[in-house]
């Protein structure tokens, strides 16, 4: 089996010589960026990826997942790497501090996306939706639901995914038929839904799906989508979770 080595170097270099650290320093976030930070962060990365997340691609060919009664099963190297990417803190590098982020530029994290990207396409596809869905939910949610969900899914115990396409519509949003109607304090929301990455797993003790779909007296088109927060457990005022959703895996 081939090795896979990140060009840490070449990163820095790009970083350094093209984009200019040295002209960054005056920039909120950047004071304390220089090319030897960077190498630490990188180096480190470059471990994880290339000697924890790179061999899951032979479990992922060879052992793959399994669908048993709405609940899917994935390799165990895949579980072991999530772990390890959690545990070193990896899922919070540019995320909000006042959630448990390291509050770190964009600029930082991305070269490490990109390595987690190059070890094993799509078992990152895993943690880069988390980080979409904390972006979106740090930008445009409630204070309540920031407070309930955010810590969790930047520490990495909740997974987050976006769940868009229809069975009859496609990549055509303005055709999707999913409903939400009010119901209390939150949505009864009915419909199906395909292609969703990492859509069902057992790595995260909860998954936070971002879900389009349409409220009553919606307008046709794109005009009249929603977005809806659905978690695959239903999380407790004091983050405590709850019963299981009605949402299933299917296929």
């Given at each position: 089996?081939?090795?896979f ?20 320093s005056n ?21 994880i ?23 899917v ?15 070193g803190?990896w ?10 982020g ?21 078992w ?20 309540s ?49 395909i ?12 998954i ?10 919606a ?30 895996a299917?296929?």
């Amino acid at each position: 089996m081939s090795h896979f080595v990140p060009p840490v170097k070449d990163m820095i270099f790009v970083l350094d010589q093209f984009i200019g650290l040295d002209q960054l320093s005056n920039i909120r976030g950047f004071d304390e960026i220089d090319k030897e930070f960077l190498e630490s962060i990188y180096d480190s990365a470059s471990e994880i990826a290339s000697e924890v997340i790179a061999p899951t691609n032979v479990d992922g060919d060879r052992i793959g997942v399994s669908l048993e009664k709405g609940k899917v099963s994935v390799p165990r190297g895949y579980k072991e790497a999530y772990a390890a990417y959690v545990s070193g803190g990896w899922p919070t590098l540019s995320c909000n501090p006042e959630f448990g982020g390291q509050g770190l530029p964009s600029l930082v994290s991305m070269p490490v996306n990109e390595m987690v990207m190059a070890a094993n396409f799509s078992w990152a596809h895993l943690v880069l939706l988390t980080n979409s869905v904390v972006r979106a939910v740090g930008a445009h949610a409630e204070p309540s639901l920031k407070d309930l969900f955010l810590k969790k899914l930047i520490a990495g115990e909740y997974s987050g995914t976006m769940v868009l396409t229809e069975p009859q519509a496609g990549s055509d949003l303005s055709a999707l038929n999913t409903s939400a109607v009010p119901n209390g304090d939150h949505y009864k929301i009915t419909g199906q839904k395909i292609f969703i990455t990492w859509g069902e797993h057992d790595l995260s003790e909860n998954i936070i799906h971002m879900v389009l779909a349409r409220l009553p007296d919606a307008p046709e088109g794109v005009k009249g989508i929603s977005l809806f927060l659905v978690p695959k457990y239903l999380v407790n005022e004091d983050r405590s979770l709850g019963e299981r959703n009605s949402l299933e895996a299917v296929s």
